[in-house]
């Protein structure tokens, strides 16, 4: 396969290879002599002269590359390769034309007499360059179908290559999505995890964690079965990391939802083929449901009560009908409650909820949701100690034996208090977002206003400078000046009468500047009520005026049977279109071509090539019959 490295070793040796078949080429006169010495040259070699670009001579293997066989000298290039490349001809052409050489790295030539298609390494030379033409353009061709062939070939290895992969981990990925253990994969030495399956999230309940080392996995808040604390380093992932396997530690997790689980967590080191660690991977399963029947089995209700207690949400539990049987410390502790106060009695009925009767028949309807098996969950407010009142994530869940019947309700609450207040200061924060974004409004209409005063005393001041010029010319310059100056003041006049800001209706403006600038009347517009951004309504409405101040210049004055006709709207592509026609002798024709335009001596016809760059617009111009038809066209996105 060639690489860039021998693509460019190949033009620039092509190129040496130019110069001195070229040099020689002028220097021998003899043909014959010629001809020897460039078949001995490892390329296909001819001469063509142009118009026609008729061979005047060509090496042996420039023969055999071409199509029929038989005479090459005195047939066209077209006659030799009449399948060939359109860069083929065009390079030619161009070549000929510019007398600069040129080369196509990869040029398609069907012109052998099997019919082959055969890739080519083109150089193009003028030869007895005079002025802009050329007499002869020397053609170098090598073959480099071969190398095409294999970096083809090579792109296809690598696309399928690289399909087999997004499939087989597209495979792996739903496996390890699909398994009912959650996986988390670190990489060594820091201990940064890679990688966390959906199940991993489900099993804990927040998102996996976006640790950069170890020490992070402080933020996973877990017990051993003895009741402490599982430290970073003590965690099975990190743990792996140092080359142990674990096989099925468990441990009480505390979970996003802020509720212990028991999870089961088995882990092994990953390696390389030398032996050496990359990384841990730890499947994770959810065994609280287990746990928590072995803890009823075994009669521990103890423990089941210091579990809770130990939780600091409020968590009851309430029998079918809604009677407290439990009620946890953190519950009775904040709101100043002994258990006898509570125990036994409605639940809507105790402290917490005594202080509005909305809330104990929202609560009332939730309990008998709750016994038929389902979830309720919604923001509460309970009264605490001191009457002070909370905001809670409330949350009452049934509690279902093996025959799927509900035993016990069991309801939780987490403060959300601090959460509610920022939220409040938020929307607060909002409101005070939209004051500023209006008074920003109204302070970008103040500057537009400001600035539109400023142009228009910029377009005097011009004016009357221009008026005490003698010279015509440098007297049409300031009123020139005087027109582009005020094209951009009535951009902000517009700007300032607008609610929007940042765009423009522009059939409404370029009404106004077909007022302003259309010599009294004979101007016909039609123009449609599109808006345009503001940073392109500037320079839209230049040019419009500069082609404008063009077609009454030079072109001949307009009337009302025959003015100028200017035209905007939606093109049929969607993008926007603008034509300025008048009924004068037409434009030069030298100006037809924009590069002629863009190398004027006249600004106007500078200034509208740029900014038609500027827009990223087409710009043509036509000689019609009679006058000129200037169009200009925008992309969609204007």
Excluded at 366 to 383: E, F, M, N, P
Excluded at 531 to 560: C, M, Q, R
Aim: net charge negative; proline share 4%; hydrophobic share 40%.
């Amino acid at each position: 396969m060639t690489n860039r490295n021998d693509a460019r070793s190949s033009m620039s040796a092509n190129g040496s290879l130019s110069q001195v078949l070229s040099a020689m080429a002028l220097e021998i006169p003899d043909t014959d002599v010629l001809l020897r010495i460039i078949d001995r040259v490892p390329a296909a070699v001819a001469i063509v002269g142009g118009p026609e670009f008729r061979h005047t001579l060509a090496n042996a293997a420039y023969v055999s590359m071409a199509s029929g066989g038989g005479r090459i000298l005195g047939r066209t290039v077209a006659e030799v390769f009449p399948h060939g490349a359109p860069e083929h001809f065009s390079a030619l052409d161009a070549v000929w034309r510019s007398g600069q050489s040129q080369a196509i790295p990869r040029c398609r030539l069907t012109g052998a007499v099997d019919g082959g298609a055969v890739w080519w390494e083109i150089d193009y030379t003028p030869l007895d360059a005079s002025g802009a033409e050329s007499d002869s353009v020397l053609i170098i061709a090598r073959d480099v179908s071969s190398q095409v062939a294999a970096q083809a070939a090579a792109e296809a290895e690598r696309t399928r290559l690289t399909a087999r992969m997004t499939a087989d981990h597209a495979r792996f990925q739903a496996l390890v999505e699909s398994m009912p253990a959650g996986v988390l994969v670190a990489e060594a030495p820091t201990g940064r995890i890679t990688y966390g399956n959906h199940r991993v999230e489900e099993i804990l309940r927040h998102k996996v964690l976006n640790s950069a080392d170890v020490g992070s996995y402080g933020e996973w808040i877990g017990w051993h079965p003895d009741g402490r604390l599982v430290a970073p380093e003590e965690w099975p992932l990190a743990r792996a990391l140092e080359g142990e396997v674990i096989a099925g530690d468990e441990f009480l997790y505390r979970r996003g939802d802020a509720t212990m689980a028991w999870i089961k967590v088995s882990g092994a080191p990953i390696t390389d083929a030398s032996g050496k660690i990359t990384g841990s991977v730890v499947a994770l399963y959810d065994i609280d449901r287990e746990k928590r029947a072995e803890a009823v089995l075994r009669g521990s209700e103890e423990r089941v009560r210091k579990v809770i207690d130990s939780l600091f949400s409020f968590v009851c539990v309430t029998t079918p009908e809604g009677v407290l049987v439990e009620a946890n410390r953190t519950a009775l502790d904040a709101a100043g409650l002994h258990p006898s106060a509570v125990l036994g009695r409605r639940y809507e009925d105790t402290w917490w909820w005594s202080h509005s009767s909305d809330e104990r028949a929202r609560l009332r309807s939730a309990i008998d949701k709750a016994a038929t098996g389902q979830t309720s969950r919604y923001d509460a407010v309970l009264r605490l100690d001191g009457d002070r009142l909370i905001t809670v994530d409330f949350t009452i869940s049934p509690m279902l034996d093996e025959a799927g019947r509900v035993t016990h309700l069991i309801p939780s609450a987490i403060d959300i208090t601090g959460r509610k207040r920022a939220e409040q200061a938020l929307t607060g924060a909002l409101v005070d977002k939209d004051v500023l974004l209006e008074q920003k409004d109204m302070l970008l209409k103040e500057v537009n206003h400001r600035v539109k005063n400023s142009l228009q005393l910029v377009a005097s001041l011009l004016n009357l400078q221009g008026r005490q010029l003698d010279d015509p010319r440098s007297r049409q310059a300031f009123q020139d000046a005087v027109s582009r100056v005020g094209a951009i003041a009535q951009v902000h006049e517009q700007l300032y009468k607008n609610d929007n800001v940042q765009r423009v209706e522009f059939g409404s403006y370029l009404r106004t500047l077909c007022t302003l600038y259309g010599g009294g009347g004979n101007v016909a517009i039609q123009a449609e009520p599109v808006e345009v951004p503001t940073d392109s309504a500037i320079p839209l409405g230049l040019l419009t005026v500069e082609l404008l101040t063009n077609a009454l210049k030079h072109a001949a004055p307009g009337s009302t049977e025959r003015p100028v006709e200017i035209r905007f709207g939606r093109a049929v592509d969607a993008g926007l279109q603008l034509t300025v026609r008048d009924h004068g002798p037409g434009i030069a024709e030298h100006f037809l071509d924009p590069q002629n335009r863009r190398r004027s001596d006249s600004l106007g016809m500078r200034l509208i090539e740029s900014l038609a760059s500027q827009l990223d617009a087409a710009l043509t111009v036509d000689n019609l019959d009679p006058g000129a038809r200037w169009t200009l066209s925008l992309p969609a996105s204007a």
